[in-house]
């Protein structure tokens, strides 16, 4: 082997060193932001520089917002969800969208651009950010009041689990917001996501059932 192949391959091997240690302090910040030891956290996030990992990102975008274990800074949150969004976190997408639709930390109203993101979420099959295009479709809000298509993608998501999308759905066909009345469909929907354990899926639920409202009053299945 030349000396010119052995320096190559040090190089290599050096490079590869380089990025485990960097995995290893991104994975070293995400368990301390478990242990709410954020600052440490931020410290090392900081040392790293560019950070391409979306954990890491959503994680301190999360205890910004939160303002647990480092003190609540919305603005400083969504700037570390936009680098996320950015380089393709579904999750971070739905927190830009939020941004634009409630006008958070520094974003201005913009319904039509809380659509965007959201739909790129929804695009890469995440459940949240299928539900929420569909509440837009269903107020029409940044979009046009299509409430055929807030319902397909309600149960878009419904297919990738969200409970929320479960309740969403049923409350639609039993309150027949866009849509006709269907208190078998709505019920089926809204008792899917009891099962699954939703709080306010388990109330609805249960003043149907004590006020038999669309269903046969029972004061057994009431909780």
């Not at 917001?177 to 639920?205: F, S, T």
């Amino acid at each position: 082997m030349s000396v010119c192949s052995v320096a190559a391959l040090l190089g290599m091997i050096l490079t590869f060193a380089s990025c485990t240690s960097k995995e290893e302090k991104i994975a070293q910040a995400i368990e301390l932001i478990k242990q709410e030891k954020v600052a440490e956290a931020v410290a090392i996030y900081e040392d790293l520089g560019d950070v391409q990992d979306t954990t890491l990102l959503n994680r301190l975008g999360d205890v910004y917002a939160d303002g647990k274990g480092i003190g609540q800074d919305s603005v400083k949150a969504l700037t570390f969800f936009d680098k996320s969004a950015n380089r393709g976190s579904p999750y971070a997408m739905c927190e830009i969208g939020n941004a634009y639709l409630n006008a958070q930390g520094g974003y201005k109203k913009d319904d039509k651009e809380a659509f965007k993101w959201y739909k790129n979420a929804a695009e890469l099959g995440y459940g949240p950010g299928l539900r929420n295009v569909a509440g837009l479709y269903i107020r029409g809000k940044g979009v046009e009041k299509v409430p055929q298509k807030a319902i397909e993608y309600l149960k878009s998501a419904i297919e990738k689990g969200d409970v929320r999308a479960m309740v969403a759905l049923g409350a639609i066909y039993v309150s027949g917001e866009g849509v006709l009345v269907n208190m078998e469909e709505g019920v089926k929907y809204l008792q899917m996501a009891a099962d699954k354990k939703n709080v306010d899926a388990i109330e609805i639920i249960g003043d149907m059932y004590d006020e038999g409202i669309g269903v046969k009053r029972d004061k057994k299945k009431i909780v």
